[in-house]
């Protein structure tokens, strides 16, 4: 293996954006092709880290650390790389529903799945379900990821649900629900598709339903 | 009664103080709901959109406006309670959406479980409220269940209770039904008798719906915590110092609030800080860190002169395990000898926050007596020193049948209602756990429990009330 | 004339040691019928300390105190139904109480000693540190058949055995049934030493001398 793509490896591991950066942009400049940069310097150790991460030896900031650095490098490489299948795993456009300010458990969903290869659009807290919907309508996505972590507004998943079906939008994309006060009950009460439990759970439930 | 202890120097407390100011003024804090914006501004704040950047001097004036004291009036005066002070209370746990039972098994919390902890806390002679919110009952519609819940209260019990906050017009609706109770809102303004839960989102936000419980309960006079709960690690800094900041700011920023609407309101500085569990990203609260938080915060209270609230038996065990044990008396201990006044979630949590238990209710019920009974300390008077009796026995004999030794035992010992002391043939007739004798003794206790009359006009009157708002609110 | 039995039990119920002595004078010197003074003012008084300890009303220091005041009282009738030849109050069986040679401990037997006492039981508490002699010599002057022996160290323990091995020497080990107990001692030890019972704590003592002179 190139000694630059160990360098890579090794800003990955280390969480380190900046080194990353520099030696992705350097393994660039030796002509090293991207799609080899992504499978060997980036995805390769980042399938560690998970496994590392499920075994309890590393802890969630190493692994969001990780995930930034692969960002960055990937950044670096999207401009000279028109498309990658890495970037095909799937889109999934995320929030929190109306009346819920919470950002931290959404937050770290997406920023998982992001390191995972997928596609994030984050729409932030305090979601109406219109918004929702206009998202779906316009983005496309493969999976709508709902959160709620508060008794009073896990009620606002099922009518986002339920404007999904007005819309006739509900049998193009998957919906998944979370939150601390979510149950599997609730889930298929409103018929969701799939409940993240969390955050490995969620990661599972999401690669199921995009490979189907 | 035993000292408080600090656990801060008086430069780490200044340390805080310091760098508090610095947040409040130089990052600010967001409030969504605009009615409070306006406030802010009318007192000459500066706001950027929704974000207030404080002046120092103010807040620090407004702080000091509110009551180091104060009473808490039950229906039941012998129920009241000083808030403040060395004094500590107990109540039961907030807000969980589900039931563990004794098995594990997981379910919704209903109204059923709501009136039988509020009874639980009613009959309990170590918890001194029936607290507010003991579970989310979710076979009650949300727009009606701050008056069901509230309802649960003053039937049940003559203990002092806890309201809504959730949104101004649920805050007033309780405010009314406590007025009643009571004999009117000017009595009530006179004698606060309702106390409510405001938490902020942090870091450094508050929402709409504790906006609104806010100033409906400040305009009333009802006395308030102003809670926050930072995780340390994802939603405040994951150094401790730096976390308790967090709070701190967003704290003083409430209180600010509730003292600009009505000056002398009172408040209660509540933390409920703790640690993210960085394998999961889930909060985690039964354990050291949280018990600093906690400590710090009865102590930052304590330099502002205002009552704390913190601590509870908390745990993130899914049963009444050892576990639960462990993590709850190390909670509750350290909140109480620190000098926490109003000690939310002393009985039932589960899975940090997450849950409520009734054989979890009991053992922290026990752990409250004996946690009481600790705080409480030594008493020094002659007789206690015990002089008389010790030469009247002298050397080799026992205390037994000393009536020094009767009339003392009762008044010394804490008795305990769940532990078991028997010998182990006793024990072994039956083997039962700390968890197993927990769901006889709840059973037992809500079997012969009788709920205080209350007044047969006075609850008309409630009953009418809540008849009137239900049909007004399902429309 | 009931009224002084009332105020007997209410003494034993209180533990009020000089009153129960004091009462039982005042029978005396009045002549008041003995046997009744006893059943319906001391031996009332302790059942119904007894009633209150297994309800778990009543703790230690009260039944140990009614014990002790309803003995101090009792024995002094006990003295004139003696003297006078009157007939004996009928108790629920003697038991004699002591801690072995060797051992000085007290505070368990006592304690055993007032609950057999608030159930009903006749005990004669010889106290610490005794030999096997004294043991029989005590049953024999009262006509005791169970010996209850104490034991709170792991040295002393033996000295149980040793009072069995002399009422077998003795060739009279079927005239008595003998009890142990203490901190060391054991269900095995207690078979052991072939001991007709063994009790781990007070309550346990009552309930097995009521199966052995039930």
Redesign the interface.
């Known amino acids: 293996m190139e000694n630059i793509i160990i360098e890579i490896q090794k800003g990955i591991i280390q969480g380190d954006a900046q080194r990353t950066k520099e030696k992705t942009t350097m393994a660039l400049l030796q002509g090293i092709d991207p799609e080899k940069i992504i499978e060997e310097g980036l995805l390769s150790p980042m399938v560690g880290i998970g496994q590392r991460f499920r075994a309890g030896e590393l802890f969630i900031p190493d692994v969001l650390m990780s995930s930034r650095a692969m960002h960055a490098s990937l950044y670096i490489i999207k401009a000279n790389l028109e498309q990658s299948k890495f970037f095909d795993k799937g889109l999934i456009v995320i929030g929190t529903v109306a009346g819920d300010l919470h950002d931290i458990g959404k937050n770290m969903i997406s920023m998982f799945l992001e390191s995972q290869g997928y596609n994030i659009i984050d729409l932030g807290i305090d979601v109406p379900a219109s918004t929702f919907v206009e998202a779906v309508k316009v983005h496309k996505p493969d999976i709508l990821a709902l959160s709620a972590l508060l008794t009073t507004t896990v009620s606002e998943q099922q009518s986002v649900v339920a404007k999904l079906k007005e819309a006739g939008l509900r049998d193009k994309v998957k919906v998944i629900v979370g939150g601390g006060p979510v149950t599997i009950e609730f889930a298929e009460s409103i018929g969701a598709d799939g409940f993240g439990n969390h955050l490995f759970d969620t990661i599972d439930l999401v690669k199921r339903l995009t490979e189907n | 009664m035993l000292p408080k202890f600090n656990i801060l120097t008086e430069e780490q407390v200044q340390a805080i103080h310091e760098n508090t100011m610095k947040i409040m003024e130089e990052v600010g804090v967001e409030f969504s709901y605009d009615p409070a914006v306006e406030v802010f501004k009318k007192n000459g704040q500066k706001v950027e959109g929704h974000r207030v950047f404080f002046d120092r001097k103010f807040v620090e004036e407004m702080v000091a406006k509110a009551p180091a004291q104060f009473v808490l009036h039950a229906r039941n005066p012998e129920n009241n309670l000083v808030c403040g002070g060395e004094n500590t209370i107990y109540m039961p746990g907030y807000g969980a959406p589900f039931i563990h039972d004794a098995n594990g098994k997981r379910r919704n919390a209903t109204l059923n479980d709501y009136d039988n902890f509020v009874k639980l806390a009613g009959a309990s002679k170590n918890l001194h409220m029936t607290g507010g919110n003991v579970v989310e009952p979710q076979d009650v519609p949300d727009e009606i269940r701050h008056l069901k819940m509230l309802y649960s209260h003053i039937t049940n019990s003559d203990k002092c209770f806890m309201g809504s906050s959730s949104g101004y017009e649920k805050a007033k609706d309780v405010i009314e039904l406590t007025a009643i109770l009571h004999g009117g809102l000017d009595v009530i303004k006179e004698k606060p008798a309702l106390s409510c839960l405001v938490n902020s989102v942090t870091p450094l936000k508050f929402d709409d719906r504790m906006l609104g419980g806010l100033m409906a309960y400040a305009e009333y006079g009802q006395p308030m915590v102003i809670a926050s709960l930072v995780m340390s690690g994802s939603t405040g800094p994951a150094s401790l110092a730096g976390a308790l900041s967090v709070q701190n700011s967003e704290v003083l920023a409430g209180i600010t609030l509730t003292q600009c609407i009505n000056p002398g309101t009172p408040v209660i500085y509540g933390s409920t800080s703790a640690i993210t569990d960085m394998a999961s990203g889930s909060l985690s609260i039964g354990n050291p860190e949280c018990s600093l938080f906690t400590s710090a915060s009865a102590q930052m209270a304590r330099f502002y002169g205002v009552p704390s609230r913190g601590g509870g038996g908390l745990t993130d065990s899914k049963i009444a395990d050892t576990q639960a044990g462990y993590e709850s008396m190390m909670t509750l201990l350290g909140a109480s000898t620190t000098g926490i006044n109003f000690v939310l979630h002393s009985a039932g949590i589960l899975q940090y926050y997450m849950a409520m238990s009734y054989e979890k209710f009991m053992v922290d019920d026990e752990i409250a007596g004996m946690v009481g009974r600790y705080i409480r300390g030594m008493d020094f008077t002659e007789e206690k020193l015990a002089f008389d009796v010790i030469k009247a026995v002298g050397p080799g004999g026992h205390y037994l049948t000393q009536k020094h030794t009767r009339k003392n035992f009762k008044v010394e010992f804490f008795r305990p209602q769940l532990s078991d002391r028997q010998s182990y043939d006793g024990w072994e007739n039956g083997e039962l756990d700390a968890n197993a004798r927990a769901t006889q003794r709840w059973q037992d206790v809500l079997e012969n429990y009788t709920p205080p009359a209350l007044d047969e006009k006075v609850k008309a009157e409630i009953d009418a009330f809540i008849e009137k708002r239900i049909s007004e609110l399902k429309k | 004339m009931s009224a002084i039995f009332d105020e007997i039990r209410e003494a034993v119920i209180d533990?009020d040691e000089d009153l129960a002595i004091e009462l039982a004078e005042r029978v005396i010197e009045e002549k008041l019928d003995l046997v009744e003074a006893i059943e319906k003012g001391y031996i009332s008084g302790i059942e119904e300390v007894g009633a209150s300890w297994k309800a778990g009303e009543a703790?230690?220091?009260?039944v140990?105190?009614a014990a002790?005041a309803m003995k101090s009282g009792m024995s002094l009738l006990e003295a004139e139904l003696a003297r006078t030849g009157g007939e004996e109050h009928e108790d629920k069986g003697k038991i004699v109480l002591g801690t072995v040679e060797g051992d000085?401990h007290?505070?368990g037997k006592?304690?055993v000693g007032a609950l057999l006492t608030a159930a009903g039981f006749k005990v004669y508490d010889i106290g610490i540190d005794q030999k096997a002699e004294d043991f029989i010599k005590k049953a024999d002057e009262v006509g005791a058949t169970v010996l209850g022996a104490s034991s709170l160290l792991t040295t002393t323990m033996r000295s149980q055995g040793e009072l069995i091995e002399y009422l077998e020497e003795k060739g009279i080990r079927d005239k008595y049934k003998v009890i142990i107990g203490g901190g060391p001692t054991s269900k095995k030890w207690s078979e052991e030493i072939k001991a007709d019972g063994w009790a781990?704590?007070a309550?346990?003592a009552v309930d097995l001398c009521r199966e052995l002179l039930g």
């Not at chain 3, 703790?59 to 009260?62: A, S, T």
């Open positions: 533990g703790f230690l220091p009260d140990m105190m002790d000085i007290d505070i006592n304690i781990e704590t309550d346990e």
